[in-house]
């Protein structure tokens, strides 16, 4: 196996794109990387997306992305693992580059949703739940989310304001980010007093549809770039688990076997602990999701995940910041292209470019992405160049 | 979406839809809640085919305020967890009731309710709720 390191990123602004489709969303941050990273070549074009076929109509568009980059008989594929589409291109894109059989790989996410009426939108999302006997009743997403929200309110015997603290931990680090879809604070009174979706859940507890797309490109150790020591990340360990789709066929519906076993496997494969993180992303579709995340990845003792951000450890300041530019709910979760901004941010921590949100010293960080509540879940831990 | 609810996609699954009847491990008693060839937990071939009781509790619930296309006609609705007596779960609608008049812990019965519709020509799709028992 060979090492795989990340070379470059690129991203669109997170929003409401009217004017530009989903192909040229996906172009414009594929250029972006490509010409951040300063390679002549890519020979594996990774592309997730969620929902394409559905949302526009589209199958096969690994081969109408690399037509709208100039690239022609190059590998390209398509990957779709619900909300956790990107890490799994991601994956994809790594076994190919350690393996020897792509040098250089371009992983692209993109999705529109902003085209979708907001009862489309959450007939889409309902996707990611099991159909047959889930979406076909009406369960959503949301409704979901609310039924572990009341669980964990009534387990911890904690009060909501717990909770909704983590959307205004997003908002905070979102405000002024050029790329993110909400770059603006909010207080916890207006998260708290947004419209029920499904209660308890609130309107500002919950990710909006929006539109954007991100890309990272991997290159093998041996190949050479344009990039000097200080500015590739390696990927020190990538993995993904699945697990039973609804949260109430699993032992405990709170904890989330995929995220744990994926945290601890990565971690594994780096051979770096939880202790020497210094950033880290985490998937925060919905409020309640990063308690059950940051718990079940062990950062938090059970239940102590709330008290621990009132602690400020999860703060730009704090022992462990996470999400540095907004997380899901703040810098936006376009689904196929999510994990995509993760690892594209960790990498601009690490390797010194995060601007106003950099973490001082920052030499080792990891993105979790999640489908659904668990369903599926996948980590990447990033290692910088001068750290090792 | 709307592919879903071509009557044949509809029809096999109607044993689940209409009279929740799930798949029992015989070797490990795991419930499978739709059709599979093996169980989920232990991999046995050997799942017996077994309607859950009629009667559950109901554990917890929302109010779904952003429905889907599909089922925008009936918001805003119950969506409940309901558990029934060997520890098996189902998530569902909760009807014939106000969340007003619902606790956690009460004793809920299963009902056939219409689910939706299929536009103006296709299908009217029914399937299982559960509602506060009337006794």
Redesign the interface.
């Known amino acids: 196996m060979r090492n795989v390191h990340v070379v470059g990123v690129g991203y669109t602004r997170i929003g409401e794109h009217w004017d530009e489709s989903l192909t040229e969303l996906m172009a414009e941050a594929s250029l972006a990387a490509i010409e951040d990273a300063g390679v002549e070549r890519v020979d594996g074009v990774y592309v997730a997306s969620t929902f394409c076929e559905?949302t526009n109509n589209q199958a096969g568009i690994s081969a109408l992305i690399a037509e709208a980059l100039g690239l022609r008989s190059v590998y390209g594929v398509r990957v779709e693992g619900g909300e956790s589409s990107g890490m799994m291109a991601l994956m994809e894109a790594y076994a190919a580059v350690a393996s020897g059989l792509v040098d250089f790989a371009l992983v692209v996410g993109g999705e529109k949703l902003s085209d979708l009426?907001?009862?489309?939108f959450?007939?889409?999302h309902?996707m990611t739940l099991?159909?047959?006997?889930?979406?076909?009743?009406?369960?959503?997403p949301?409704?979901?989310a609310?039924?572990l929200y009341?669980?964990y309110l009534e387990r911890y015997e904690i009060p909501q304001e717990f909770i909704a603290q983590f959307p205004v931990l997003m908002h905070n680090n979102a405000e002024g980010i050029s790329h993110a879809q909400f770059p603006f604070k909010v207080k916890l009174e207006d998260v708290l007093g947004s419209?029920?979706?499904?209660?308890?859940?609130r309107r500002l507890e919950c990710f909006a549809p929006c539109d954007g797309a991100a890309a990272v490109i991997f290159a093998s150790e041996d190949s050479q770039t344009k990039r000097s020591s200080g500015q590739t990340v390696r990927i020190g360990g990538i993995s993904m688990k699945t697990d039973?789709v609804?949260p109430?066929?699993r032992e405990d519906p709170l904890f989330m076997t995929s995220v744990a076993l994926s945290v601890d496997e990565a971690l594994l494969r780096s051979g770096i602990s939880r202790g020497e993180l210094d950033v880290l992303e985490v998937h925060d579709s919905y409020s309640i999701v990063a308690p059950l995340i940051l718990e079940s990845g062990g950062f938090s003792s059970r239940g102590e995940s709330c008290p621990d951000l009132k602690m400020s450890k999860y703060a730009l300041e704090g022992e462990l910041p996470i999400n540095t530019f907004g997380g899901l709910k703040a810098r936006g979760h376009p689904l196929g292209a999510t994990a995509l901004y993760q690892v594209a941010e960790v990498y601009l921590q690490l390797t010194g470019r995060a601007g106003k949100r950099q973490i001082d010293g920052a030499r080792a960080g990891a993105a979790i992405s999640v489908s659904g509540f668990g369903t599926i879940a996948g980590t990447a831990v990033m290692l910088s160049g001068e750290g090792e | 979406m709307r592919f879903n609810f071509r009557p044949q996609s509809h029809w096999r699954f109607k044993r689940f839809r209409y009279r929740t009847e799930v798949l029992r491990c015989a070797s490990c008693g795991t419930v499978n809640v739709t059709p599979r060839p093996v169980c989920r937990r232990c991999r046995s071939r050997n799942l017996l085919r077994e309607e859950l009781p009629e009667r559950g509790r109901l554990v917890a619930f929302t109010v779904v305020k952003s429905p889907t296309e599909e089922h925008k006609e009936l918001a805003p609705y119950i969506v409940g967890l309901v558990e029934f007596e060997d520890g098996t779960r189902v998530v569902t609608q909760i009807t014939d009731s106000d969340p007003e008049e619902l606790r956690t812990g009460m004793t809920v019965e299963r009902v056939v309710r219409k689910i939706t519709h299929d536009g103006d020509s296709g299908i009217i799709v029914y399937g299982f709720k559960f509602r506060p028992l009337v006794s």
């Open positions: 559905v009426l907001p009862d489309e959450n007939s889409v309902s099991p159909y047959d006997s889930m979406g076909f009743a009406g369960v959503t949301a409704s979901i609310a039924l009341r669980a419209p029920e979706v499904a209660p308890p859940l039973y609804s109430f066929d």
